[in-house]
């Protein structure tokens, strides 16, 4: 039980991490349409490099591919309501 109890707590805190890193990337986004480009690259290019690790299992690739296109996503969705371009 002690293993599953330790897998929630870690589970909890990568949601709430994930949660403020989202709530930082709309904030530098909103700061004006290059910051938010900026982002987006450095993020996309985290991405690819993420892709072509070969020390990393395919479940951890997983995980962290999905919040860097989280990631991605929350700076689309900002900059299309603030009426930015990609």
Do not use: Y
């Amino acid at each position: 039980m002690k293993r599953k109890d330790d897998i929630e707590v870690l589970s909890g805190q990568l949601v709430a991490q994930n949660m403020m890193l989202q709530m930082l990337i709309g904030q530098a986004t909103l700061h004006g349409p290059d910051r938010g480009a900026e982002l987006r690259h450095s993020l996309e290019a985290g991405l690819g490099a993420i892709k072509g690790n070969p020390n990393m299992t395919p479940r951890e690739k997983f995980g962290c591919e999905k919040t860097l296109e989280d990631a991605i996503d929350t700076i689309d969705q900002l900059r299309k309501r603030a009426g930015w371009s990609k």
